[in-house]
T-cell receptor, first 117, second 111 residues
């Protein structure tokens, strides 16, 4: 597609429910990133995919969070048993394969605003 | 470990020049990025540095010193629309090339 697409744009869920957030990266972008941004805060790294594998899962806050990617394309971030502290904007970004000296800027989607009530 | 530091907020006057500093410590390094984020919007790319020195792009310039783990973003001829959060990010090669962001600097431009 023309840009990174995320869905839904807004999600309100009850505490304890599971949610699934979707990211469609730019075609040909093998690198994909998920971040969490709480109100007035910076971008908190969650997970990074190179192709379909995740070299670094260190940012996932707890075992309630998981992510997968298939076909070097769509990625889903799943949050199980949501808690109120999970309320935030979840941003997805994608980039071309990283390599020394290459300007592989990350392009961001508009994010999913998650509210847990 | 990884650590990226930038001032939390800055204020400047329309038409002036402002410099936003960023220091970083990462296990690996493959480039430093600056992004702009307006309230309620996604971050957008401003600049990229991988070698030491200054990169200029219109009213915006970015500088990098790898030996000092230091970068700055220079904004000239400030406009009201430049009021935004400015995010410094480093690509860390130690674990495959993830992109780590600082907390952002909230810039307010006053008339």
């Amino acid at each position: 597609g023309a840009g990174v697409s995320q869905s839904p744009s807004n999600k309100v869920t009850e505490k304890g429910k599971d949610v699934e957030l979707r990211c469609d990266p730019i075609s040909g972008h093998t690198a994909l990133y998920w971040y969490r941004q709480r109100l007035g805060q910076g971008l908190e790294f969650l997970i990074y995919f190179q192709g379909n594998s995740a070299p670094d899962k260190s940012g996932l806050p707890s075992d309630r969070f998981s992510a997968e990617r298939t076909g070097e394309s769509v990625s889903t971030l799943t949050i199980q048993r949501t808690q109120q502290e999970d309320s935030a904007v979840y941003l997805c970004a994608s980039s071309l394969p990283t390599g020394w000296g290459r300007n592989t800027e990350a392009f961001f989607g508009q994010g999913t605003r998650l509210t847990v009530v | 470990g990884q650590n990226i530091d930038q001032p939390t907020e800055m204020t400047a006057t329309e038409g002036a020049i402002v410099q936003i500093n960023c220091t970083y410590q990462t296990s690996g390094f493959n480039g430093l990025f600056w992004y702009q984020q307006h309230a309620g919007e996604a971050p957008t790319f401003l600049s990229y540095n991988v070698l030491d020195g200054l990169e200029e792009k219109g009213r915006f310039s970015s500088f990098l010193s790898r030996s000092k783990g230091y970068s700055y973003l220079l904004l000239k001829e400030l406009q009201m629309k430049d009021s935004a959060s400015y995010l410094c990010a480093v690509r860390d090669t130690s674990q495959g090339g993830k992109l780590i962001f600082g907390q952002g600097t909230e810039l307010s431009v006053k008339p």
